[in-house]
């Protein structure tokens, strides 16, 4: 018997041991807002440039047209922003706020693949940007809460490394299909 439990008590060990830290699945699903931030804006300077230089399924588009495409996004942000400063911690609560962003990314990803009218295309980057809003505003409060005393403020950090790594796998993805080496 003594044998056996011994075997046991190894047994857990090695299964905490292989196992996952607790914190890293929170981690991860916050860090993966501000990736999709980062190449929101990496992707979007691509896209403008290369729209700029042609013709897309909208036609051609002005310079006026082209801003709003770039920056339509980032007016979803904001709100998104500015609204869960009131209601955010109160009233949705940080899983929630997670979950929405979530979706709200989902459905702004699919309204702008399939958007016919460039109308439709840009209420789709501002529902995406609702969702890079609503991120950009739980993810931090909620890693720090799920987080190890001692490695909070390093996880918070690499939150914000996680734009940047979105920022440059955005150019990168841009530069892959514009066919031009030219950052």
Same mark, same amino acid.
């Given at each position: ?49 290369? @729209? /700029?230089?042609?013709?897309?399924? !909208?036609?051609?588009?002005? $310079?006026?047209? =082209?801003?709003?495409? &770039?920056?339509?996004? %980032?007016?979803?942000?904001?709100i998104a922003s ?24 989902? @459905? /702004?990803?699919?309204?702008?693949? !399939?958007?016919?009218?460039? $109308?439709?295309? =840009?209420?789709?980057? &501002?529902?995406?940007? %609702? ?53």
């Open positions: 018997n003594i044998n056996a439990l011994q075997k046991s008590n190894v047994d857990v060990q090695l299964n905490k041991s292989n196992a996952l830290p607790p914190w890293l699945p929170s981690f991860v699903t916050a860090a993966l807002g501000g990736l999709l931030f980062g190449s929101d804006i990496g992707s979007s300077s691509s896209v403008v440039r290369i @729209l /700029g230089e042609s013709v897309s399924d !909208f036609g051609s588009l002005d $310079s006026i047209q =082209l801003g709003q495409l &770039a920056s339509s996004s %980032l007016l979803g942000a904001m500015a609204s869960l400063i009131k209601i955010g911690d109160k009233q949705l609560g940080r899983k929630t706020e997670l979950i929405t962003a979530s979706l709200l990314f989902t @459905l /702004g990803t699919i309204l702008e693949y !399939f958007a016919p009218t460039f $109308s439709l295309e =840009l209420i789709g980057r &501002a529902i995406y940007g %609702l969702g890079i809003g609503t991120a950009m505003h739980v993810a931090p409060l909620y890693i720090a809460e799920t987080s190890p005393s001692d490695i909070r403020g390093k996880l918070v950090s690499l939150k914000e490394a996680a734009i940047v790594g979105g920022i440059v796998l955005g150019y990168a993805t841009g530069v892959a299909f514009s066919g031009d080496s030219n950052w």
